[in-house]
């Protein structure tokens, strides 16, 4: 097989990772930077430096290969506006669309998205089946690229469309994303759930995709949605640091979305997680599973 992977950040590179050795694999990585040739080209047959907004180099990543994993995120370390989302995600895959006829050998088309695209539920269970409602235009990009992949199904190529919770994992671990709490007061309780997947599962999941020639959207997410007071304290009391104090007369002014993500689809398609829960707050009461009941998810308030 011929794959490319546009994009090879935090999650392509794992992806890259757990490929090796594969044997009949020819393996493409893309990057931006000409700095992360030599970094990349450890991990792959080849390393392009192409933005996917660029119709040559996409041409280039893209001609005469079996399938592509879309592992984009925006550039900058600096939190993006919605434009930067747009140049990222949608001029992308505009591009992508332009150069269908050129590649008739694409036969498979995946791309981590993101979970952020549903809408607050009020703590209840959301699915794939439930109607997105992004809270901001990060979110309507990001919804509208879900949008422009799925239109390019068909018999011939199949679109999967991973909606990703938070990630974490080497680099991003919690008790140094969260320190800078320690001690702190925040408004509310903390009551509102949280969704987050392993980027090792993430990689895993967008491999098994491949594999399995899964198609449509499914969400990537552990079993375990965590209320946030719950995963902030476990942290910083992980980290020896002092707990959170929350003030539940005050209402945060941007109090976020709260929802539980299902994973049942992923679930259904024999996907095994290895880290089904955040260790660090393994034993410390009920986990907040979905019931196994086959009773339907509660819809988002709206
Ligand atoms: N991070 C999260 O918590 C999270 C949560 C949910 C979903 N996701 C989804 O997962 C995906 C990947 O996340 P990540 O954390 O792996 O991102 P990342 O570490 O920022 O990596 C993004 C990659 O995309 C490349 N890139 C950026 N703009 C590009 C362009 N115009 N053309 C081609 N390549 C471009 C970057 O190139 P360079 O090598 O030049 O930097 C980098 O390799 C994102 O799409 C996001 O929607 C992430």
Not at 25 to 48: F, I, N, P, W
Not at 60 to 85: E, H, S, T, W
Not at 115 to 139: K, L, M, N
Not at 155 to 181: N, S
Request: hydrophobic content about 40%.
């Amino acid at each position: 097989m011929r794959l490319s992977l546009v994009g090879c950040g935090y999650v392509g590179e794992a992806i890259a990772q757990q490929l090796q050795g594969r044997a009949g694999l020819e393996l493409t990585v893309t990057t931006t930077s000409e700095e992360r040739r030599g970094e990349l080209s450890a991990m792959a047959d080849q390393v392009l430096v192409i933005s996917a907004d660029d119709p040559d180099g996409l041409l280039a990543a893209l001609k005469g290969r079996d399938a592509a994993i879309f592992c984009l995120g925006p550039k900058g370390n600096r939190q993006v506006d919605a434009a930067g989302y747009r140049r990222t995600f949608n001029d992308s895959f505009r591009c992508l669309e332009q150069l269908l006829p050129k590649l008739p050998v694409l036969q498979q088309i995946i791309y981590t998205g993101s979970c952020s695209i549903y809408g607050d539920a009020g703590g209840g269970w959301v699915d794939e089946s439930t109607t997105a409602q992004p809270r901001d235009e990060h979110g309507a990009v990001l919804l509208e690229a879900e949008r422009q992949l799925l239109a390019m199904g068909s018999p011939q190529r199949r679109v999967c469309i991973l909606r990703l919770g938070a990630l974490y994992g080497p680099q991003r671990e919690f008790e140094q994303r969260f320190a800078r709490l320690a001690g702190s007061t925040q408004p509310g309780r903390g009551e509102r759930f949280t969704n987050w997947v392993h980027r090792d599962d993430a990689a895993a999941a967008a491999i098994a995709a491949l594999d399995g020639h899964w198609q449509g959207i499914v969400n990537v997410v552990d079993d375990a949605p965590v209320p946030l007071a719950e995963l902030l304290n476990a942290s910083l009391a992980q980290a020896g640091l002092a707990p959170i104090t929350w003030q539940p007369a005050s209402e945060p002014g941007n109090p976020g979305l709260n929802r539980r993500i299902s994973n049942r689809l992923l679930k259904s398609k024999s996907f095994e997680l290895n880290h089904p829960r955040i260790a660090l707050l393994s034993g410390d009461g009920a986990p907040q599973r979905e019931p196994t009941s086959t009773a339907k998810p509660t819809s988002p308030q709206r």
